[in-house]
Antibody, heavy 121, light 107 residues
Framework: EVQLVESGGGLVQRGGSLRLSCEASGFTFSSYWMNWVRQAPGKGLEWVANIKQDGSEKYYMDSMKGRFTISRDNAKNSLYLQMNSLKVEDTAIYYC??????????????WGQGTMVTVSS | DIQMTQSPSSLSASVGDRVTITCRASQSVTKYLNWYRQKPGKAPELLIYSASTLQSGVPSRFSGSGSGTDFTLTITSLHPDDFATYYCQQNYITPSTFGPGTTLDIK
């Protein structure tokens, strides 16, 4: 079964750090761009960052540049998000999502179940 | 960044109804527009990609159209499972951006 499973969320104080993980199974992880998307409580979806198959290219939402770092370990079929200098407004469910390989597609076809990050003041 | 808007923001309908949701981009995204359905407490699921291509396994009652800046998602004959929130997404230009969502509830 094709699956993404996030972990690492929790409660952290403002200014603290957290590292999220996303473990992939059921597909060749190293063949796909991967993404992080977040959703604040009761709000919409916000793209966070993405990373190329070999990790050579990474892109971030401006508001997270310098604070968040996306990385991957293809040998472990895992995606990571290191979050530093956390703000209360970073409180959200964080999803990892796979970029589809279909020609002419730039869609996220597989999503994890999400991991909740709560930043307290 | 490309701004995405959706209308309506909420919609009440009945099982068996046909509904249409509109998505507009602040600049052209050509055909790189995707639609997702999100049920309460669950992750989003891909319905339509490249504006009009039905994702594998998605029922044919879902369809999409449009190009450039204006897009629509149509659901014919609503099922109970379809009462959820729908998001459009452009992934033509980084950063990818999502619309604010359209919540479809039971009348």
């Amino acid at each position: 079964e094709v699956q993404l499973v996030e972990s690492g969320g929790g409660l952290v104080q403002r200014g603290g750090s957290l590292r999220l993980s996303c473990e992939a199974s059921g597909f060749t992880f190293s063949s796909y761009w991967m993404n992080w998307v977040r959703q604040a409580p009761g709000k919409g979806l916000e793209w966070v960052a993405n990373i190329k198959q070999d990790g050579s290219e990474k892109y971030y939402m401006d508001s997270m540049k310098g604070r968040f770092t996306i990385s991957r370990d293809n040998a472990k079929n895992s995606l990571y998000l290191q979050m530093n200098s956390l703000k209360v407004e970073d409180t959200a469910i964080y999803y990892c999502a796979r970029l589809q390989l279909e020609p002419h597609s730039e869609a996220f076809d597989i999503w994890g179940q999400g991991t909740m990050v709560t930043v307290s003041s | 960044d490309i701004q995405m808007t959706q209308s309506p923001s909420s919609l009440s309908a009945s099982v068996g109804d046909r509904v249409t949701i509109t998505c507009r981009a602040s600049q052209s995204v050509t055909k790189y527009l995707n639609w997702y359905r999100q049920k309460p407490g669950k992750a989003p699921e891909l319905l339509i990609y490249s504006a009009s291509t039905l994702q594998s396994g998605v029922p044919s009652r879902f369809s999409g159209s449009g190009s450039g800046t204006d897009f629509t998602l149509t659901i014919t004959s609503l099922h109970p499972d379809d009462f959820a929130t729908y998001y459009c997404q452009q992934n033509y230009i980084t950063p990818s951006t999502f619309g604010p969502g359209t919540t479809l509830d039971i009348k």
